[in-house]
């Protein structure tokens, strides 16, 4: 069953397996997530698919879990990344729903080098000890799922690397820190199996409970919890303040003006009443700064905010110097290309150099022709959308990235030049 706009594979532990054993589990998997892949390969992608999840299948069923819910390939709210595997299923002890993430490694041998870093058998570039990555995955999935960082104890996260023994990656251990994360290599299947044991219930009767578990994930708002929002706004607020000026000190008062008419309207608040902010300067007319102090005052007041370009340099640059590299704060600022979601999950959403907005969104997926266009997303995704661009500048090779809309701007789009 494919999911939702997040393009994973669904099902029951035991349907994926027996999906795995007839063969039809990879392409499966290959035509939800998009692109083109080879699936006669055992590298890559289609490796780790072919090679990595039967183990975890079979895990789950010895361990008497055949019936959890398994999210393949899960995407992360807000991010390009995949959860390889997110389980779905209920506490054993208070009957709640239940949540692991699951990060596969087929390393043989791997050893710690460095602060933070693994050199892996088989594998040319260092790699993030699988803990670690595992573990910012799952703060992710709680900093843009508010209902789950209300109650952060039903999300765990484990790291299972199947073809390696505890002494082949032994010194990989050392980043289990506050148990929030464990590591499991072959040798430890027992080990393993006890743990999962303890975060999802065995019973089969609760077939239907794990179902409507992953329902209740997907189907959950997806925004920057308040907990995150207060973390970045902390972090922001000890750079350098920007001082606005005239008119960026209108445009900074437009934004804040239209998002306090869209709390006044509360529930009565329709799409039909969406500002649609335009900011329009050259190059050195203090747009970033205007976007840096929105995210700041916004996230201080609890409004669901996000920064967005469809530049990796620019975003990496403000993610250095604005976030001073904190992996929590820096993912407020992502790219065009993953602001999606239900419609006005967002209150404001600023998209910045909005001149390399794109004709097209490819919706989580890498596919020939694009679903729908970007700036249709972007203007979805928040009840206040801020695009600031200099309309002079052109991104090659084609036209169509020019920002260009496919349907009227709402009623109350508004456009400021600073």
Known sequence: MLGDRLRHVRGSAAELLTKAEQGLLIEEIATAVGGRYDLSSNRGEVGAWRNSLPVLLEVLRDAGLSHVEVLLEHRLPYSPKRVDALLCGCHPESGEPSYVLVELKQWSRADAVGDGLVRASGVKKLQLPPVAQVRRYCQQLLDFTPSLARRAEPVSAIAFLHNASHSDVDGLYNYQSHGLVHLYAADEREDLTDHLQALLDTNSESRT??????????????????????????????????????????????VLNAVAQAEQAGTSWTPDDKTVVIVRGGPGSGKSALATTLLTKLA??????????????????????????????????????????????????????????RGGSPDGRTLPVYERRQINSLIDAAKVPVFLLDEHQVVR??????????????KNAGTQST
């Not at 992996?327 to 993953?338: I, L």
Request: hydrophobic share 35%; proline share 5%.
């Open 209 to 254: 409970t794990c179902a409507q578990a992953a329902d209740e994930l997907l189907r959950a708002e997806k925004a920057p919890a308040r907990t995150l929002l207060r973390t970045a706004a902390d972090s922001f607020e000890r750079r350098d303040d920007f001082v606005l000026l005239d008119e960026q000190q209108v445009a900074f008062n437009l």
């Open 300 to 357: 201080r007041h609890g409004k669901r905010v996000l920064h967005a370009t469809g530049s990796k340099a620019f975003t990496e640059t403000l993610r250095d110097r604005v976030a001073r590299g904190d992996p929590r704060t820096s993912d407020m600022f992502g790219y065009f290309n993953t602001v999606t979601g239900r419609k006005d999950d967002l209150d404001v959403v600023v998209c910045d150099e909005a001149h390399r907005i």
């Open 397 to 410: 090779p084609t036209n169509e990235e020019r920002p260009t809309t496919s349907r009227p701007l709402p």
